[in-house]
């Protein structure tokens, strides 16, 4: 019973500190701006991925007005 009541103190505890136990990034200031700028480089071209993959990039063949050569 006492080991449970130190289990759910200390689970509410490391529950409550702010950030992960285990750091995401390191610990050297030049290095981590380094990884934050990849990864914020990672996360701004995912849109055009999406793009890509859904064909979104794509001309509309079904739209009223003419893409290719004509007059719109």
């Given at each position: 019973m006492r080991r449970l009541f130190y289990?759910?103190?200390?689970?509410?505890i490391l529950s409550t500190?702010?950030?992960c136990i285990i750091p995401a990034f390191s610990g050297d200031?030049?290095?981590r701006t380094?990884?934050?700028?990849?990864?914020?480089?990672?996360q701004r071209q995912i849109l055009n991925?999406?793009?890509?993959?859904?064909h979104l990039d794509q001309p509309d063949?079904?739209?009223p007005q003419r893409v290719?050569?004509?007059?719109?």
């Amino acid at each position: 019973m006492r080991r449970l009541f130190y289990a759910i103190v200390l689970t509410a505890i490391l529950s409550t500190s702010i950030g992960c136990i285990i750091p995401a990034f390191s610990g050297d200031r030049a290095r981590r701006t380094q990884q934050l700028i990849f990864v914020s480089e990672n996360q701004r071209q995912i849109l055009n991925f999406w793009e890509r993959f859904w064909h979104l990039d794509q001309p509309d063949h079904m739209a009223p007005q003419r893409v290719h050569g004509g007059v719109i």
